[in-house]
């Protein structure tokens, strides 16, 4: 029996099938992540900041008083940012960021976040939990941990010492 279209197909507006369900898949998670993207960019552009500097924010918070170099602030973003360098100017810019030179090595730089760069997160915090919330609402604490197991799988394969456990 032939398979029916799938929800996907009729999403993109594909008028052929796909050629696997490995393909139907990757495109099932490129489109869910640019959809996932466009709704919290839309949340986090409303206070200023673009979704890839709110996450730089977030990393430096993470971080703590102590600061981190820019190059692990680099290796540690969701999505990859060629230009963290760009990024870090444009939040110092705004004061929520400063850098400054480590002293036992002059020449890696330490970023740390602001005070204006935690308030401008706190309050993110309340608008991004509830995003969380509509956006894997659907689903049950189980099915979202799953979910969580299958794509550390999937990521595993480019980053075989994460063994799938992110």
Known sequence: MP??????RDEVKQTRGFSSPAHEAV??????????????????EGSGVTIQQY???????????AGIPTL??????IEEAAGITRLLDKLETAGYVM???????????LCQITPAGLRLLAGLD?????????TLGML?????LTLVE?????????????????
């Open 55 to 65: 996450n730089v924010l977030r990393i430096l918070r993470g971080a703590g008083a």
């Open 27 to 44: 495109v099932a998670i490129l489109r869910t992540a640019a959809v996932v993207q466009r709704h919290f960019s839309q949340v986090v």
């Open 72 to 77: 692990a602030v680099r290796d540690r973003m």
């Open 126 to 134: 309340e608008p991004i939990d509830m995003a969380n919330d509509f």
């Open 99 to 109: 850098r400054e030179r480590s002293t036992p090595d002059r020449r890696q730089v």
């Open 3 to 8: 398979r029916k279209t799938s929800a996907l």
């Open 140 to 144: 049950d604490d189980p099915e979202k």
């Open 150 to 166: 299958l794509l550390g799988a999937v990521r595993a394969v480019f980053n075989p010492s994460t063994d799938g456990k992110s």
